[in-house]
């Protein structure tokens, strides 16, 4: 799809969809102009409603209309906060680290060895800085919080694997014939046995991005999941690993989330190939990571004009008009994704993520929990309508929606539909509110 469009035209659009990031720019406008001084708590509180390096990216460039008094954030920073001001400082870069950003400054001390900020503050997305305090994040508010949670998933996971719908639709995925009842060479009783084996020995191991490795697992590097809510791996089936650094909305979707991908090793519910599927349009092959860098590479998102008659239009154009929202809404998450890829590929990670078969499964099983959806009941355009306009926000959709924005907007209900084909047995819809 080509989508060209101007950094302020897409400045503007992001504002428009996600109106958190003007709520957040608008309380630091009031916390600089505050009439008796800055306000710094104020400013401190309105980093509430950014969730990520991105959206502070967006914040950052509002500030060209000068209506803070400063044309930057870094300038107003500098201004409005005097040397005596550190531990406000420190506040607001461990608040700002929360979400990936990094605010460096020049530090100094008073004749007593107190600290003081000496101002000419830095904004990177870099995480080798060396302001930041260490603080220990595993501590009760955390350890006690997941327990409950965790509970409530494998509950989750049990009902929906002793459903007699989930077994039926197992075996037709996975083409079981009645005479031999077996996948693989396993007989599919035994392969759900080892589902409830999994989820009945879950255990919860708590780290923060101060350590390196997970108290008692010296084994596993944390390097790369300083950024994740929860984690698990192959050769720890039995733990699931949460990130007390990180402030997770959607806990309980995440641990769902999770304890789908240790069902996944044990055996798929559905093929990898069904999940894929799911998100092509008829017609289309499957698009890998080298699609993926010939997309961008004849898509530019500055420097031009909106391109109407991209390959895309169309497909944007019409789920709008299906879901009954502007257009704007829909290439939102086309822009979204390319800025998702660039951001990978600059920083080295694995672009094979966004729609990969086993995080796309757990996207799907944890929107299943968010919308109450039991085996046999379907997942509605109607439900996404809110996560696609931006009125709300869960991290499980955001990922699902990227997928099918990076595979060129299939007709969302043709999406839904082959979603809810993956979970039951009939192809027919299904009334959401039947007993199961």
């Known amino acids: 799809m080509k989508i060209l469009i101007k950094e302020s035209q897409y400045n503007l659009l992001l504002e428009q ?11 630091i406008v009031k916390g600089a102009k505050f009439p008796l001084g800055t306000a710094k708590d104020v400013i401190l509180k309105a980093f509430d409603y950014i969730k990520n390096s991105s959206e502070f990216h967006t914040l950052r460039s509002m500030f060209k209309d000068k209506k803070t008094g400063y044309s930057s954030f870094e300038e107003m920073i500098n201004e409005e906060y005097d040397r005596f001001d550190y531990d406000d400082i420190i506040k607001l870069q461990k ?8 605010l460096d400054f020049e530090r100094g001390e008073n004749r007593l060895g107190s600290p003081l900020f000496f101002g000419n503050v830095k904004i990177t997305y870099d995480t080798n800085f060396k302001n930041i305090e260490n603080v220990v994040k595993v501590n009760n508010k955390c350890t006690s919080k997941y327990p409950p949670l965790l509970k409530q998933a494998q509950d989750y996971w049990r009902k929906w694997l002793s459903s007699p719908i989930t077994k039926q639709k197992f075996k037709k995925n996975w083409n079981v014939q009645p005479k031999n009842d077996t996948v693989g060479g396993k007989k599919v009783d035994d392969i759900f046995e080892e589902y409830f084996d999994c989820i009945d020995s879950l255990k919860l191991v708590f780290y923060d991005n101060t ?8 084994e596993i ?31 309980l979707e995440t641990l769902i989330h999770e304890i789908q991908h240790l069902l996944y090793e044990i055996k798929p519910l559905n093929p990898s190939i069904n999940i894929s599927n799911v998100f092509i349009k ?3 092959k499957k698009i890998g990571p080298k699609d993926v860098l010939g997309v961008l590479k004849n898509n530019s998102t500055t420097d031009s004009q909106y391109d109407t008659n991209s ?8 789920n709008g008009k299906i879901l009954g929202l502007p257009w704007t809404d829909i290439s939102f998450w086309d822009l979204s ?21 086993t995080e796309k499964a757990s996207n799907i099983q944890s929107i299943r929990n968010l919308f109450g959806i039991k085996p046999g009941q379907n997942i509605t355009p109607e439900m996404l309508k809110p996560y696609i306009n931006n009125e709300k926000h869960n991290t499980d959709v955001s990922w699902l929606l990227l997928c099918w924005a990076s595979n060129g907007f299939k007709d969302i209900r043709l999406f ?9 047995q009939d192809t027919k819809p299904t009334d959401n509110t039947r007993p199961v």
């Open 221 to 251: 590097i944390l390097s790369k999941a300083k950024s994740a809510y929860a984690f698990v791996t192959r050769t720890t089936p039995e733990n699931v690993y949460v990130n007390c650094s990180m402030d997770d909305d959607d806990a």
């Open 17 to 27: 969809n996600n109106p958190n990031i003007v709520k957040a720019y608008n309380e």
């Open 337 to 357: 994704v390319k800025v998702e890829i660039r951001r990978r590929i600059k920083n080295n990670n694995d672009l094979g993520y966004i729609c990969r078969e």
């Open 211 to 218: 350590m390196r490795h997970p108290p008692g697992y010296n």
């Open 282 to 284: 008829p017609g289309d």
């Open 311 to 318: 390959d895309n239009s169309e497909n944007i154009k019409l």
């Open 95 to 102: 608040k700002l680290y929360s979400i990936g950003v990094v």
């Open 416 to 424: 839904l539909s082959d979603i809810n084909k993956l979970a039951f």
